[in-house]
């Protein structure tokens, strides 16, 4: 345990310029065990998050909010279920804007999503800790490109700016950009 102990707390006192992380995330639950209520966080300039059906949604969120730090979070769902992450998802795009300046997500099938994501800028009474810019690709929708601007409801000075628009044809697969004023 003293190995791992000082391995990782030399990792957590280093920042790095990109982080992937593809078949495995640090047990949250082990960085807690090891360094108690003390939180320790990964420095990355980019971060790109491959979920995997080794660890569950819940421990993959664990650690994110409670490990990671950077400017930017690429999220690729293609090989888990989406549907399971929807939540965990919503959570990062919604309450961890102070963590990751701009996240990207790719995975199929998500409208869902894009409408709770939708509602929640449009309804949030606390809209600080939204993420700024995110994009989400390859969403199921059908308008070929579409831009609109929507405000938010208890505080109309809080604008997003969307943009949709459609990258393939054939699939009719797009691309969301959502940003923050």
Avoid at 97 to 123: A, R
Avoid at 140 to 167: A, R, V
Wanted: proline share 3%; aromatic share 16%.
């Amino acid at each position: 345990m003293k190995i791992v102990y000082y391995y990782l707390d030399r990792l957590f006192n280093c920042s790095f310029d990109f982080g992937h992380f593809d078949q495995f995330i640090f047990n949250p639950e082990l960085i807690q065990l090891l360094f108690g209520r003390i939180p320790k966080q990964i420095y990355l300039w980019t971060t790109f998050l491959m979920p995997s059906k080794a660890y569950n949604s819940e421990n993959f969120f664990k650690f994110f909010v409670n490990n990671l730090i950077g400017l930017s979070l690429r999220i690729d769902l293609y090989r888990v279920n989406a549907e399971e992450y929807i939540e965990v998802l919503l959570k990062i795009l919604m309450k961890e804007g102070d963590k990751f300046g701009s996240v990207y997500l790719s995975c199929n099938k998500m409208p869902k999503l894009f409408e709770s994501i939708i509602n929640y800028n449009e309804t949030s009474k606390d809209c600080s800790e939204i993420v700024n810019c995110f994009e989400l690709n390859n969403i199921d929708t059908h308008p070929n490109q579409t831009k609109y601007q929507l405000s938010n409801k208890y505080n109309p000075k809080i604008e997003f700016f969307i943009s949709l628009k459609m990258i393939s044809y054939e699939t009719k697969k797009n691309i969301l950009q959502i940003s923050r004023n």
